[in-house]
C-alpha cells in the first residue's frame, strides 16, 4: 500500500489525495472483503441446493449451474480471500498465498487464471443452452444434453488447464 514509492515526486497535493484513496482502499480491503465472502458463499450455496433439488437435477443446464456454483466458490476462496489475507497481514503483496513460496505463489497464480476463466466461460456455455433454447426449441432437447454439455465443459476445463499450465515455469 505504499505508493510514494511508484511516484516519488507528486507534490503535496496529489499525494493527499493518493494518501486518502489508498486508506480507503485498505478499509475497503480489510472490512468490505468478509461479507463479500459471506454473502457470495451464502448464495453459492443456497444455488448448489436449489440446483441439486429433485425438481432441477433433469434439467440439463443443472450441470452448467452447479458447475458454475462450485467454481465461483473457489473463485471467491482463491482470489478474495487471498487478497484479504494479505491485508490482515500487511504481507509484501496483496495476495497472502504468494508470499509464502515460490510453490505457493505458483498455484496461486494458475488458479486465478484458471478458475477466474473457468466461471465466464461456464456463462458462455449457459448462454449458448439458453440462445439454442429460445430460437431452436424443438431441437434444443436433442442438442443441449447434459452429456454434450459435460463433454463442453470438460473440454473447455483442459484447454483452460493448458492455457493457465505455463504459470509454472514463466512466475
Request: a positive charge.
Amino acid at each position: 500500500y505504499n505508493v510514494t514509492t511508484v511516484a516519488p515526486t507528486l507534490d503535496p497535493e496529489t499525494q493527499a489525495r493518493v494518501d486518502y484513496y489508498t486508506s480507503v482502499s485498505r478499509y475497503m480491503t480489510l472490512y468490505v472483503t468478509p461479507f463479500i465472502l459471506f454473502g457470495g458463499t451464502v448464495g453459492n450455496v443456497i444455488t448448489i441446493a436449489v440446483v441439486v433439488s429433485r425438481h432441477f437435477r433433469s434439467s440439463p443446464s443443472s450441470v452448467l449451474l452447479l458447475t458454475l456454483a462450485i467454481v465461483d466458490i473457489g473463485v471467491l476462496y482463491f482470489n478474495l480471500l487471498d487478497i484479504w489475507l494479505g491485508a490482515l497481514t500487511g504481507g509484501a503483496s496483496l495476495q497472502f498465498t504468494r508470499d509464502q513460496g515460490p510453490t505457493s505463489c505458483k498455484i496461486s497464480v494458475f488458479l486465478t487464471y484458471f478458475l477466474t476463466h473457468s466461471s465466464s466461460w461456464i456463462l458462455v456455455l449457459i448462454n449458448i443452452d439458453r440462445v439454442i433454447s429460445v430460437y431452436q426449441p424443438l431441437k434444443a432437447r436433442t442438442w443441449c444434453t447434459k452429456r454434450r454439455l459435460i463433454m463442453a465443459f470438460s473440454l473447455i476445463f483442459v484447454l483452460l488447464a493448458l492455457i493457465s499450465l505455463h504459470v509454472f515455469w514463466t512466475v
